[in-house]
């Protein structure tokens, strides 16, 4: 798809995303990948890719597979690693949902980067900034079940269900130090 011509204004110290990851059916859980791709010299006048990667990936636990209109709302996502950016500079914002259907579904922002406390940027708060309850977190990690070149799998590689949900509320609780883009399942908070 081609860029819009509308573009969000962004902080350059980074800013809120929000969407919501359950409109169709599907998604009780999934995997979140959020990224940016830098330029407009790419394949339709965007990014030459979108490689770079915000924060850390995370899972999410919502309450049914059937659509649902919970949000999910990160108040201060910063630039990528080492990213250097200076006021006028475009990119594209990319959050990934990896639903447990199999389904990878893409929705992106392009944005302008301004300062931090440019007139244009809107107010990030509880009204347009939140976290519905329904939703849970999880982080994604690897086990070894079966290790390259080896026909043994490994015991006790299994994740229990009560060490999810109890780690699901550690990890809202980290998410809540860092936490949100919208239209329609996503959008920029600025």
């Given at each position: 798809?081609?860029?819009?011509?509308?573009?969000?204004?962004?902080?350059?110290?980074?800013?809120?995303?929000?969407?919501?990851?359950?409109?169709?059916?599907?998604?009780?859980?999934?995997?979140?990948?959020?990224?940016?791709?830098?330029?407009?010299?790419?394949?339709?006048?965007?990014?030459?890719?979108?490689?770079?990667?915000?924060?850390?990936q995370f899972g999410i636990i919502g309450p049914s597979k059937?659509?649902?209109?919970?949000?999910?709302?990160?108040?201060?996502?910063?630039?990528?690693?080492?990213?250097?950016?200076?006021?006028?500079?475009?990119?594209?914002?990319?959050?990934?949902?990896?639903?447990?259907?199999?389904?990878?579904?893409?929705?992106?922002?392009?944005?302008?980067?301004?300062?931090?406390?440019?007139?244009?940027?809107?107010?990030?708060?509880?009204?347009?900034?939140?976290?519905?309850?329904?939703?849970?977190?999880?982080?994604?990690?690897?086990?070894?079940?079966?290790?390259?070149?080896?026909n043994a799998t490994t015991s006790g590689a299994t994740v229990?269900?009560?060490?999810?949900?109890?780690?699901?509320?550690?990890?809202?609780?980290?998410?809540?130090?860092?936490?949100?883009?919208a239209a329609a399942g996503l959008w920029l908070i600025i």
């Open positions: 798809m081609n860029t819009t011509t509308n573009r969000t204004f962004w902080p350059v110290s980074g800013g809120a995303i929000a969407f919501q990851p359950g409109w169709f059916q599907g998604h009780a859980t999934a995997q979140i990948f959020i990224n940016l791709g830098f330029g407009t010299n790419g394949p339709n006048g965007g990014p030459p890719n979108m490689s770079n990667p915000m924060i850390p059937n659509p649902y209109a919970g949000t999910i709302c990160l108040p201060q996502v910063p630039l990528p690693v080492n990213a250097s950016v200076k006021v006028g500079d475009n990119a594209t914002i990319q959050v990934v949902e990896l639903a447990v259907h199999g389904a990878a579904l893409y929705s992106c922002v392009d944005i302008t980067f301004v300062n931090d406390n440019d007139p244009r940027l809107g107010n990030v708060n509880e009204t347009n900034c939140f976290n519905s309850t329904d939703i849970g977190f999880s982080d994604v990690y690897t086990i070894t079940t079966k290790a390259a070149g080896s229990s269900f009560e060490f999810l949900k109890a780690r699901n509320s550690l990890l809202w609780m980290d998410l809540l130090g860092w936490l949100p883009v």
